[in-house]
């Protein structure tokens, strides 16, 4: 009897903080600042969504949840600086990922005890606290389910951007060898194509044009805000040897060529592994294989 009521409670009070959740108290003067500065902070990342993007969030309830979460993640001061470089480089936006993790937890909350009252049908356990614990279980995996999404998604979209990023210092170098000054040779190269990681180049030269800043910095700006770390060199670099055109080539040349060579070396590394992965299931295939040769006999000589 005790532990169902601690059963009940404890689900009673996580729809009482799902509710304070979605409507929160009127937040103080702190908090007003705290979301006026993440909103300052977010407007960037918000105009330049896609379409699609932005029909995925139109959902109401999102529109909703978002918005206070994040206010709330910036009156505490969570800062969760590598969710967000994930989320840069996918194109979405802080809000919504909040309300994608309150709107799982909210599904684990109504799976837990479902679960639990299929595990009792089934006569697996009667336990009263059977319940409370894969409630639990599943609030707590399905808060951390979006964060092991994003952080795979955008793992992929680095991979993709650091392929794409060699064919384009390739470019750049040739356009210098053809006469272009730098800050020309970075703008014209990202125009040659509208897959993302061109554009989003394309897109960080304008804003360094539009802020005054030098167009080699652009790179670097955009690597930090998406967790790319080779755009953060490259800049590095080019501030170096902006001035000496016969420098800027060979460094371009140079970190292009390093860029094919850890592509080619990880395509090698992935086939190894695969190649590896089939040969240990060959030989498992094989060991069955002799079981089953061998069985038979095995249990004409223990018969004997």
Known sequence: ??????????????????VRTLMPARPGAAAQVARIDA????????????????????SALEERIGPKMAALYASQGWQLRAIR?????????MESFLAQKVM???????????????????????????????????????????????????????????????????????????????PEALKATSEVSDIWPMVRIRRALDEARLTGAHA????????EEIGVADLVD?????????????RVRASLAARAETLRKRELADLEGAAAARSQSMLVAQLLLCFGFLIFLGYPALTRVMAL
């Open 1 to 18: 009897m005790i532990l169902t009521l601690l059963t009940g409670s404890v689900c009673g009070l996580g729809l009482f903080l799902l």
């Open 39 to 58: 909103m300052r902070t977010a407007t960037g990342t918000a105009s330049q969504a896609t379409p699609s993007q932005q029909r995925g969030r139109s």
């Open 85 to 93: 470089k994930d989320l840069a480089i996918l194109d979405r936006s």
């Open 104 to 182: 799982f937890s909210a599904a684990g909350l109504l799976l837990g005890p479902a679960v639990a009252f299929l595990v009792y049908l089934a006569g697996l356990t009667t336990s009263a606290a059977t319940p409370l614990w894969l409630t639990l279980i599943f609030i707590i995996a399905c808060f951390f389910a979006p964060d092991q999404e994003v952080r795979t998604q955008a793992r992929e979209r680095r991979k993709e951007f650091q392929r794409a990023l060699a064919t384009y210092l390739t470019l750049v170098h040739l356009n210098l060898a053809g006469g272009a000054g730098l």
């Open 216 to 223: 080699w910095e652009a790179p670097g700006r955009l690597g």
């Open 234 to 246: 490259l800049t590095a670099t080019l501030s170096l040897v902006a001035e000496d055109g016969a």
